[in-house]
Structures are given as C-alpha cells and as structure tokens.
C-alpha cells in the first residue's frame, strides 16, 4: 500500500468514527450553566457573540468555555476544530492539548489553563464568523473536518508504524459500533467494555489487549513498518511483548511488510496469528475475515 493510500484510509476510518460528531453529543448533554459573562474575558467578540444569537445557536456549540473543557476535556477537538487551529499551533500559542484530545489526561486541568485554551479558540473563532458573510453552524462543522485532515498531515509526518497502528484501532472501533457492540456515541477512550465481561484496552506493549476478570484473553501486536531493514526489530519487539502472555493467551500479530527471514522465525512460532497490513486494510472480506476471527473465534463475545 503506498503511503497515500494509507493516508486516505486512516482519514476514512476517523471520519467513519465521526469523533467529532461524539464530541458534540457530549457538549449537547452539558446540562450545567456555563455563564460566559462578560463575553470579552473570554475573548469573544460581540459581533460573533450578536451573529450566534441572531442564527439560534446555542452559545456552546461555538463558543468554547473552561469549564467544559475541564469536565470534558476530549471536548477541545469539537472547539480547536471550530477555530480551524492544529494541535502544534495550540501547543506552541498555548500549551498541548493532545492529552486532553486523546482522553489520557491523568490529572485534572487546571482552571486558568482551560481558560487560555478556550480564550485563544474563541479569538479565532470569533475572527472567523466575523469576516466570513453569513456565518452559519454548518460552516464551523466544515472547519472541524478540515481540521482533522490537518492533525492527520501532522500524524502522517510520524512513523508509519504509529499510523498503522491508529488505522487499525480507528477501524476496530468503527466496526464494534456499527455492530452495536458498544454504542455509536461511546467517547474515544482506551478502554471498552464488551458483552461477557470482556474488556479491550487499548497500551503500548501489547498494543491491544483483551481481559476477562483480569486474565488476559488475547492480544494484538501492530508492526506497521515498512522498512525491510528493521524487520527483524520490530519482530524482537514483538516477541518480548508476546513472552509476557499467560498460557491459554491468543496473540496476533499485524506487520506492515514480512522478509523471507522473517516468515521462517515466524513459522517457528506456532502461538501467533498473522496478519499482513496490506490484506486486512485493503480487502473488506479479509478485514471482517480477522474481525471474525478475533470477536468470533478467540475471545467469543458475537
């Protein structure tokens, strides 16, 4: 698969997990008042402030306000992508938000800091409905999608590893709500509940992992590299990983390219199941094929 090809299908699986439209959900079943008075503290316009009202939005689907974003932090892509803003450009004005974005904030955000983050996102929001003629909603949706093209420019600019693995995760979520496994509006996180207490959590080593009562069911390794040269790395890599399993475990593994060497050592290790990146990312029957053979077959749960 070229590398263009791998970025349009990781911006297909993003948009087809419509994060941003689960962020909104969240911002709608805000029931606490969020009082934005005075406007100008938070940096919003009046002419942006006056257009809003005049269209009947409701202020928070345009305007962000710290205290949402310290309830619900994952709440800054919504608000970032309205003020059509990159995560590199918030870090570098503001501070990072891809903790926050990601759902791995592990301490609460503190009170002055949301409200830089939502100052500076309203001074670009409010630039924008005030030079843009007959601002509607709609048009501050697009900025959200164009958004999220820019962080996947700036993802893709990473390893090509990292972006397998995010394709991969991306679709496995995408394909658990639309079989109502977990339901369409679950926020991003790295952890899901599944039927028959089953639990998928998504770390580093092992990149995804299944459990039931604290006993790992089956985990999947993703070696997206495609660098014939470092192969035998990354198979190192995952090996440590697959040697840290209890007996019983079932193990996947999704590799980005496999050398001739690589399949010998590979057949030697009859605990793993592999998967070429290309097949399952490519082909819908192999990827419902792997989904099948993980939900179905290992850990049981459809």
């Known amino acids: 698969m070229s590398d263009n090809a791998l970025r349009s299908l990781l911006f297909a699986s993003i ?18 008042v969020l009082d934005y008075d005075p406007i100008s503290s938070l940096m919003i316009s009046s002419q942006a402030w006056e257009h809003v009202s005049s269209i009947k939005v409701e202020p928070k689907f345009v305007f962000s306000h710290p205290k949402l974003l310290t309830t619900h932090p994952t709440t800054s892509l919504y608000y970032r992508g309205m003020a059509f803003l990159s995560r590199k450009r918030v870090s570098q004005t503001v501070t990072s938000v891809v903790d926050w974005e990601d759902g791995k904030s592990n301490s609460p955000i503190p009170e002055d800091k949301a409200k830089r983050v939502a100052s500076f996102y309203n001074t670009m929001i409010s630039l924008i409905i005030d030079s843009t003629q007959n601002w509607s909603i709609e048009d501050g949706y697009r900025n959200i999608h164009a958004s999220i093209g820019i962080t996947l420019d700036s993802m893709f600019r990473n390893k090509i590893g990292d972006m397998a ?8 979520i995408a394909w658990l709500k639309a079989k109502r496994i977990i339901p369409i509006d679950k926020p991003k996180s790295r952890e899901y509940e599944l039927p028959n207490d089953m639990l998928i959590r998504y770390r580093s080593e092992p990149d995804i992992e299944f459990t039931r009562e604290g006993r790992r ?59 070429q990146m290309d097949q399952i990312t490519q082909d819908k029957e192999c990827w419902d094929e792997f989904m099948n053979e993980i939900f179905h077959h290992t850990i049981r749960i459809i």
């Open 15 to 32: 948009l087809q997990n419509r994060e941003d439209i689960v962020q909104r959900q969240i911002i709608a079943n805000f029931s606490e």
């Open 165 to 172: 693995e995010s394709l991969i995760k991306y679709r496995m």
């Open 217 to 275: 069911i089956a985990t999947i390794e993703i070696k997206g590299g495609r660098d014939p040269a470092g192969a035998l790395e990354r198979l190192g890599a995952m090996t440590k990983s697959f040697a840290e399993t209890s007996p019983g475990c079932v193990n996947f593994l999704i590799a980005g390219v496999i050398t001739p060497e690589m399949q010998k050592r590979l057949d030697t290790m009859g605990y793993i199941k592999v998967y």
